[in-house]
């Protein structure tokens, strides 16, 4: 494990999403139908849903929404036919990338997120290229103003948590992804508020970016996230504290 904090890279991801709100609304709430579509409404049992919860909460998706795509994915027995697919390629200083994409229609797709990497990028390259130095990981962010640095490594690692790295103002619990049910648990019987948690892509180094290449790689980014298939975007990029 890198001793680097992917915090940074989240909350930057996240203003960005501020800013964006209504195409994230879309793609999230699409998300949802579709894993209750797959896995059904309960989220115990569905992970999928889940986080798409998860997810929808911390981007302050309105309950009304939420309720709709639950109600859509419930209800449908015909509809669009979406997939998932997973685009590699690379990005400015050979930041490697990988594109989470749900799609009704593979070509349009592919056609989109390789013209993004040809036109912002390094290029897209072949299944595997890249995804190979990515892990999906658990992620808790608890501010230090939750608990002591001695009580979230006690509840965590109990929990069955890999590692918990300690930040200037908040702890990074890090986990498999089977054990996240347990460690998430374990902080709410505990009374420890998460300011983030998610099961993300974790790679296993970072390429340190100066500013110039920084400012390239937020605008891949950018384009990426923008595409309406594009639900995730994941990298090995360190983006300088300024």
Not at 76 to 92: C, L, M, N, R, S
């Amino acid at each position: 494990m890198s001793g680097h904090s992917k915090w940074a890279n989240i909350k930057r991801k996240k203003g960005k999403n501020d800013a964006i709100r209504a195409k994230i609304t879309t793609k999230i709430s699409r998300e949802i139908t579709i894993a209750v579509r797959m896995g059904g409404s309960d989220p115990v049992g569905n992970m999928r849903l889940k986080l798409a919860l998860q997810k929808a909460k911390e981007n302050n998706i309105p309950k009304d929404n939420i309720k709709r795509a639950i109600q859509k994915g419930a209800g449908a027995t015909e509809g669009q036919k979406y997939e998932d697919i997973v685009y590699e390629g690379y990005g400015p200083a050979g930041v490697a990338v990988t594109v989470n994409v749900l799609t009704d229609n593979r070509n349009r797709a592919a056609a989109e997120v390789r013209h993004v990497f040809s036109k912002y990028g390094s290029g897209m390259g072949e299944t595997g290229c890249v995804g190979w130095m990515f892990h999906s990981k658990g992620i808790f962010i608890v501010s230090k103003t939750q608990a002591d640095e001695d009580t979230v490594m006690e509840v965590a690692l109990d929990a069955g948590a890999d590692d918990v790295k300690t930040g200037d103002n908040e702890f990074e619990i890090v986990t498999a992804p089977d054990v996240f049910d347990a460690v998430e648990q374990a902080l709410v019987e505990h009374q420890i508020e998460t300011e983030h948690a998610q099961i993300t892509m974790v790679p296993d180094t970072m390429i340190t970016l100066n500013e110039q290449d920084a400012e390239k790689m937020e605008t891949l980014i950018d384009a990426l996230e923008d595409l309406d298939d594009v639900q995730d975007v994941y990298h090995n990029g360190d983006f300088p504290e300024e």
